[in-house]
């Protein structure tokens, strides 16, 4: 169970990706820009972000969603609301992008 | 919060443009940071991609977009776009003027009128008169003089005490108030017609034998001897306030329709006659005896009983009782003189009307023996 500071602050701390997922539906928040788009998978960042384990770093941070048939639905003040069949959600940092 | 008139809406001119070049991703991502609205983001390949956008981000994404990128307007929609699609079919809006004309312009004209709240007036009088001030079916509205109407209805009746003449649409309403003018008078004819009570006075003069009031004051007893034509019921009842009121001094009197039973004990007096003799009687073998015979006692007897029997089927009203009977004979000449006296026990009380004007003198005109006289009787 999260107090309620804990969750105040996640609320109001933009750099951190906040995403709403449905079956046929993404809500990504916070996004600072669009990295890849096709109809398989959208790729957004949501710029830079302090990061402490192992060693505190800055870092981007990029979320992916990835399924079928893709729709942008509405791209309007840093907010994508995504349709299509979701598969999944990805939250990546540059590590992980050089990984894969 | 971006200005309202960029966001996109069923209100909103948007177009739905075609995107062309090379990483299209970059250039949505320089839209999405320069707060352009985009829709329906669909993409068609890797190079090419279709979305609806306002016709004010478009001027903005061609711009962000430059030379690299080709941006097609494929439709576009919005009460703009719209009006120019109709209007470029000058039919189809001239049809619809044309309803719409024709819509107004008919409503324009009277339908129907509802004319309520007269009672003596005929409905027919007052359409006359909305008539001749040209409110009738089809009349032409605007031309109709509303006030000068209500004043012509006031004019040409005047029992009216309120005239209400309005209008909703097509159909116009008359809604009046009148006085009882006509009805007045006719009621009060009738009120002055029924100003008039009813006495129970006596049919026969006679002794009171029992009397019964069932409305009014009874002016007799029994015992009492009482005239023919004389009150025994009155209608007209003095009412003695109950309070020490100098001003109402004598009271008021009351009127009724008298109504109640008198019997009363009437003395008949009559004679009858019959022959003295019979004629030419015969024995039994045929023979005559004697040229006449006397009667008997007995016989006129009977033949006065059979008198009496026939005369009182023929005087005494159904629920008469004879109660005394006295038959006196004298023998004259030829003649029997019969002199019957009869007491018959009958209902004497017939009602008789009596002006209401006329109650001074029946009231204040009471005799010695407490009986009350009409005047002229």
Redesign the interface.
């Known amino acids: 169970m999260m107090k309620i500071g804990e969750e105040i602050s996640r609320d109001l701390d933009f750099t951190r990706p906040r995403v709403v997922v449905t079956d046929d539906m993404v809500l990504l928040e916070n996004?600072a820009?669009?990295?890849?788009?096709?109809?398989q998978a959208i790729t957004v960042s949501h710029g830079l972000k302090h990061v402490k384990a192992p060693q505190k770093v800055l870092t981007q941070m990029y979320t992916t969603i990835r399924g079928r048939n893709?729709?942008?639905?509405?791209?309007?003040?840093?907010r994508l609301l995504i349709g299509g069949t979701i598969e999944k959600a990805e939250f990546l940092q540059p590590s992980d992008l050089r990984e894969n | 919060m971006g200005e309202p008139s960029r966001r996109l809406s069923f209100y909103s001119h948007r177009i739905f443009v075609k995107i062309e070049g090379f990483r299209l991703d970059r250039l949505l991502d320089r839209a999405m940071k320069a707060g352009l609205e985009l829709r329906s983001v669909r993409m068609k390949g890797e190079t090419e991609l279709t979305c609806w956008i306002s016709r004010a981000d478009l001027r903005k994404l061609q711009k962000l977009g430059k030379s690299a990128y080709r941006i097609t307007v494929l439709q576009q929609r919005g009460p703009v776009p719209g009006a120019k699609s109709i209007l470029a079919r000058p039919a189809f809006v001239l049809g619809v003027l044309l309803a719409a004309t024709f819509v107004v312009f008919q409503s324009f004209f009277i339908r129907s009128i509802e004319v309520s709240g007269y009672r003596g007036i005929p409905e027919e009088a007052l359409l006359a008169c909305l008539a001749e001030k040209g409110i009738y079916k089809g009349a032409f509205r605007p031309d109709i003089d509303w006030e000068g109407t209500e004043q012509a209805i006031y004019d040409a009746f005047p029992q009216v005490t309120w005239v209400q003449l309005v209008y909703r649409g097509q159909k116009v309403w008359l809604n009046l108030s009148e006085t009882d003018h006509d009805l007045y008078q006719k009621e009060e004819k009738e009120r002055t017609k029924r100003q008039v009570y009813t006495n129970i006075v006596a049919s026969h003069s006679g002794y009171i034998d029992t009397i019964y009031p069932y409305y009014g004051l009874a002016l007799a007893e029994p015992g009492d001897y009482v005239k023919k034509g004389q009150i025994l019921i009155t209608g007209s009842i003095p009412i003695q306030p109950t309070t020490f009121d100098e001003e109402s001094e004598g009271g008021r009197i009351y009127f009724v329709n008298a109504e109640g039973e008198v019997w009363a004990k009437v003395p008949y007096h009559m004679t009858f006659y019959q022959e003295r003799y019979h004629f030419g009687e015969k024995s039994s073998d045929g023979k005559t005896v004697a040229d006449r015979v006397e009667k008997t006692e007995e016989e006129a007897k009977r033949r006065a009983e059979q008198q009496i029997r026939l005369w009182t089927a023929e005087n005494l009203p159904e629920k008469a009782e004879i109660q005394n009977k006295s038959l006196k004979f004298s023998r004259s000449g030829n003649i029997i003189e019969v002199s019957v006296l009869l007491e018959v026990r009958q209902e004497i009380g017939i009602k008789q009307e009596a002006a209401i004007g006329e109650t001074d003198t029946d009231t204040t005109d009471h005799r010695p023996d407490g009986t009350v006289r009409k005047s002229g009787q």
């Open positions: 996004v820009g669009i990295v890849m788009l096709s109809e893709l729709v942008i639905r509405e791209i309007y003040e840093g």
